[in-house]
């Protein structure tokens, strides 16, 4: 079952149900599974993510870059959202789902879907957006996020990493989604 409104707290990045119940994160169960290496993670980095996720979800849904919020801190991101606007030009027919949280309350983990969209060709691709490096756990990540999308209804039948980068431009990492969804049931078998 997936539950599409939960009650999400970004402080301590918890995703519960409307019982109170605590789901952890597909990323939570990456890390404590010791799938994902973080030492080389700082908080500049997160926070560029965080901030690069925020931008291109306004200008996504319709509101256009914040302009009451905008800092210099923001300036050195517009090349990353320069990039994901130049992904979407390419790919992009509408947008079905942006940040969509869920949790999938039988597999016992939650989330936060960056976007489904719809190609050019008719095609649903689920989408995470990274501004960092590719990283082997993407696909179990993406693999978590296409389970849940499948269970709701929703016939994912492409998932992507795009990887805007800081020179304006976006790289495209395609995976299948049959293999990416195995790959993460081992993970939380």
Same mark, same amino acid.
């Given at each position: 079952? /997936?539950?599409?409104?939960?009650?999400?707290?970004?402080?301590?990045?918890?995703?519960?149900?409307h019982?109170?119940?605590v789901?952890? *994160?597909?990323?939570?169960?990456?890390?404590?599974?010791?799938?994902?290496n973080?030492?080389?993670?700082?908080?500049?980095?997160?926070?560029?993510? %965080?901030? $690069?996720? #925020?931008?291109?979800?306004? =200008?996504d %849904?319709?509101?256009?870059?914040?302009? =009451?919020?905008f800092?210099?801190?923001?300036?050195?991101?517009l090349p990353?959202?320069?990039?994901?606007? @130049?992904?979407?030009?390419?790919?992009?027919?509408q947008?079905?789902? $942006?940040? #969509? #949280?869920?949790?999938?309350?039988?597999?016992?983990y939650?989330?936060?879907?960056?976007?489904?969209?719809?190609?050019?060709?008719g095609?649903?691709?689920? +989408?995470? /957006?990274?501004?960092?490096?590719? @990283?082997?756990?993407?696909?179990?990540?993406?693999?978590?996020?296409?389970?849940?999308?499948?269970?709701s209804? !929703?016939?994912? #039948?492409? $998932?992507? +990493? +795009?990887?805007?980068?800081?020179? &304006? &431009?976006?790289?495209? *990492?395609?995976?299948?989604?049959?293999?990416?969804?195995?790959?993460? !049931?081992?993970?939380?078998a």
């Amino acid at each position: 079952m /997936i539950d599409l409104k939960p009650v999400f707290n970004e402080w301590d990045h918890t995703y519960r149900d409307h019982t109170g119940t605590v789901y952890p *994160s597909v990323t939570q169960i990456l890390r404590r599974r010791g799938l994902i290496n973080t030492r080389f993670y700082n908080r500049a980095g997160r926070n560029r993510g %965080t901030r $690069v996720h #925020q931008l291109t979800a306004a =200008v996504d %849904t319709g509101q256009g870059l914040p302009s =009451v919020d905008f800092t210099r801190f923001d300036i050195p991101l517009l090349p990353y959202v320069a990039g994901w606007e @130049e992904f979407k030009q390419r790919h992009v027919s509408q947008f079905t789902w $942006v940040e #969509q #949280q869920f949790i999938h309350t039988t597999g016992g983990y939650a989330g936060t879907i960056d976007r489904v969209l719809i190609t050019p060709e008719g095609e649903v691709m689920l +989408v995470d /957006i990274k501004t960092g490096r590719d @990283e082997p756990w993407h696909v179990l990540q993406l693999g978590g996020y296409a389970m849940a999308a499948r269970d709701s209804g !929703m016939e994912i #039948q492409q $998932v992507a +990493v +795009v990887r805007v980068t800081r020179n &304006g &431009g976006y790289l495209v *990492s395609l995976f299948y989604v049959e293999n990416a969804i195995r790959r993460w !049931m081992r993970v939380i078998a």
